[in-house]
């Protein structure tokens, strides 16, 4: 408790009372040492009414000024407990913070997760406008952007303005306001990949303390294992289903042959018939062969590869097709990209796969087909782009069902035969497109193990 401008104001007043009082005493004592001088004259008979006038001025005078003293020395006793009261709490709140901080700070160090505390800043009303950084680790700098220290005493809005628009800012706020934790998965796109950050908030005095951690590599391993298992489970049918056509498809073929050898009559005119039957039953052996190896699990066997000649290698076997259609090949390869752990045949087949789709999908004469290839923190990344007629958003997870197909008489498998050879090698396939302007495949091959 402080003293204010009304206490000093009554300590004024409490002196003008005391020196009042001494005034009138002072008339007392001028008038008692004449009664002992000589006595009172026959005019000076109202001297007694005055003394009395003025010793009850006097005791009240002294009474207020008393009474003022007392009020001021209680009320500075007041504010001289409360100021110590004071004091031992700002002296165990800060013991207590210098003993959080400390292992807190270690904590936040060691932790692989950004780490961040915030107070609340506040308007002239008492609302939450905004949060002040206190601590942060070097996970949190590093999400930031900031350097070492940079990032202490910002504001949350100057660092990431987006947490007004996503919805963040008022989250945050709740939590100080409520005191109940907030968890939330957010979307957040980097350099064309897909990351996934997971977000834990809890109220902490008053502000908050946050941390968002990567969870990007467990949903793409969540992801390849449901596919791997789609896969599995498209392998088994293809293989009842195999089973089932080619035993009659067998004896069809057989019976043809028997047939063939053994017609002498209408030779030539049944001829033209057997050849047709011939080739569809060729056919449809064929169309089970390529069920079976598009959903099958692949044997890998890596070794490093060179991102530059896995690009360059894919474009030249689509070369004659963008020739054919008078289309053109762009190769756009970043320097200094680490090699990758790879089969170079199957990835070669895969990406060739992918290149042949993104053909078909262009108009002759316009279409342009761009490779390029890039480093990230994430690992290595190829992007195939064409500028085709695009794929609707609800048929995008369709493109890797086998037989299914945007093109008239496509097969349907080459896309899903890549799908397969790069779930086997860990690689996370990304598809973005926009109906009229074209498509967008990118390849996430995961970093090399560090010798």
């Not at 001021?72 to 709490?89: A, C, H, M, V």
């Not at 067998?250 to 019976?255: I, Q, S, W």
């Amino acid at each position: 408790m402080e003293h204010t401008p009304a206490h000093f104001r009554e300590a004024k007043l409490a002196q003008w009372l005391f020196g009042g009082s001494l005034v009138v005493l002072g008339i007392l004592l001028l008038f008692a040492l004449g009664d002992l001088l000589g006595p009172p004259a026959a005019n000076e008979r109202w001297i007694p009414i005055v003394r009395v006038v003025c010793i009850v001025l006097a005791t009240i005078a002294l009474a207020l000024m008393f009474s003022r003293v007392f009020v001021i020395l209680g009320r500075i006793k007041q504010s001289k407990d409360d100021t110590g009261t004071k004091g031992s709490e700002l002296v165990q709140e800060a013991r207590t913070t210098h003993f959080i901080e400390k292992p807190l700070k270690r904590v936040m160090g060691s932790a692989t997760s950004a780490v961040m505390t915030l107070r609340s800043v506040r308007d002239a009303g008492g609302k939450i406008v905004d949060f002040e950084y206190l601590i942060a680790n070097e996970e949190a700098e590093r999400m930031t952007g900031l350097g070492h220290g940079e990032l202490v005493g910002k504001r949350l809005k100057a660092v990431m303005p987006g947490s007004v628009s996503d919805g963040s800012l008022d989250e945050y706020i709740k939590v100080v306001d409520s005191g109940v934790p907030y968890t939330a998965e957010r979307h957040m796109g980097n350099n064309g990949i897909d990351h996934w950050m997971g977000t834990h908030v809890v109220r902490l005095y008053d502000g908050f303390a946050v941390t968002f951690t990567d969870i990007t590599e467990r949903l793409r391993a969540h992801e390849l294992d449901l596919e791997s298992a789609r896969l599995s489970l498209a392998d088994r049918i293809a293989r009842t289903v195999a089973h089932e056509v080619r035993n009659p498809l067998t004896n069809v073929h057989l019976g043809l042959e028997q047939l063939t050898d053994e017609l002498v009559t209408d030779r030539e005119v049944a001829q033209p018939y057997l050849d047709i039957i011939n080739r569809n039953v060729k056919r449809i052996g064929q169309l089970v062969t390529e069920m079976l190896g598009s959903s099958r699990r692949r044997e890998v066997n890596s070794e490093p590869c060179t991102v530059k000649d896995l690009v360059e290698n894919a474009m030249k076997r689509v070369a004659d097709r963008l020739e054919l259609h008078n289309m053109k090949g762009e190769v756009d390869v970043a320097d200094a990209i680490p090699t990758v752990l790879v089969d170079p045949e199957l990835i070669d087949l895969a990406i060739t796969n992918i290149a042949v789709n993104a053909v078909e999908a262009m108009e002759p004469g316009k279409g342009v087909l761009h490779m390029s290839a890039r480093s990230t923190g994430d690992g290595v990344v190829i992007e195939l782009r064409d500028n085709g007629k695009g794929i609707q958003q609800e048929n995008i997870p369709r493109l890797f069902e086998a037989f299914y197909s945007e093109r008239t008489g496509g097969l349907g498998l080459g896309l899903t035969t890549a799908r397969s050879i790069l779930n086997a090698h860990g690689i996370l396939l990304q598809v973005a497109s926009v109906v009229g302007q074209g498509t967008t495949f990118t390849l996430l091959f995961p970093k090399a193990p560090e010798a």
